[in-house]
């Protein structure tokens, strides 16, 4: 069973920054960083793929979010900057054996962390 823990979260006011962890216990797999708002849907943010190490992010974070990974750690990141209240949500960590081209899309990732509340005030 594939275990995935995110780490990071936290209260930050409008304009900071928050770097979040999500340790994987295993690699190869494209892995996905999702959120959600109360009250919202799961929202896609940023995939970063095992195999060319390729990044895809959604519009309304581009320049301001950046996915990255370390393979001998096992672990992917989400460094956040310029911080915005609409960036409040809970986000999770996701793995995918192969996205596929869908890596917007929840259902392709097959692991799932727990979550870790991000909270920004303005």
């Known amino acids: 069973q594939v275990q995935l823990v995110e780490s990071g979260g936290g209260l930050v006011q409008a304009g900071g920054s928050l770097r979040l962890s999500c340790a994987a216990s295993v690699n190869g797999y494209d892995m996905g960083w999702f959120r959600q708002a109360p009250g919202k849907e799961r929202e896609f943010v940023a995939t970063?793929?095992?195999?060319?190490?390729?990044?895809y992010y959604v519009d309304s974070v581009k320049g301001r979010f950046a996915i990255s990974r370390d393979n001998a750690k096992n672990t992917v990141y989400l460094q956040m900057n310029s911080l915005k209240p609409e960036d409040t949500a809970a986000y999770y960590c996701a793995a995918s054996r192969n996205t596929y081209g869908r890596y917007y899309a929840p259902n392709v990732y097959d692991y799932w962390g727990q979550g870790t509340q991000v909270t920004v005030s303005s």
């Open positions: 970063i793929r095992w195999s060319r190490g390729t990044t």
